[in-house]
């Protein structure tokens, strides 16, 4: 079973920054595609950004240039860099795990989920 924290949330202005942290347990990591999700009030789950076990990242088009994903595997830690932020980035972020996924941007397609981190952007 893998467990998944989040971290790194926060209230900033537009224009910050801001690093997501997701933190798996277990030896495996490495085998894990991660993603990020994100849910604002009163709207469904979206995706964000994937980074697949054997390499390769997708975005979704409205963070494209703005955020990066990351992952180190010798800390089992997976790293979400929010820049430019805006209001509508205003969201619960998920974190996100699947062995083996190739690629994957549908909620079903990942088993494993952290319990969520607020991100407020204020204009």
């Known amino acids: 079973q893998v467990q998944l924290v989040e971290s790194g949330g926060g209230s900033v202005r537009a224009g910050s920054s801001l690093r997501l942290s997701c933190a798996a347990s277990?030896?495996?990591?490495?085998?894990?595609?991660m993603a990020w999700f994100r849910q604002a009030p009163g709207k469904e789950r979206e995706f964000v950004t994937t980074?697949?076990?054997?390499?390769?990242?997708y975005y979704t088009d409205s963070v494209k240039g703005r955020f990066t994903i990351s992952r180190d595997n010798a800390k089992n830690t997976v790293y979400l860099q929010m820049n430019s932020l805006k209001p509508e980035d205003t969201a619960v972020y998920y974190c996100?795990?699947?062995?083996?996924?190739?690629?994957?941007?549908?909620?079903?397609?990942?088993?494993?989920w952290g319990q969520g981190t607020q991100v407020t952007v204020s204009s």
């Open positions: 996100a795990g699947a062995y083996f996924l190739q690629p994957g941007t549908r909620r079903n397609d990942y088993n494993y």
């Open positions: 277990g030896p495996t990591f490495r085998s894990l595609t």
């Open positions: 980074i697949i076990y054997s390499g390769g990242i």
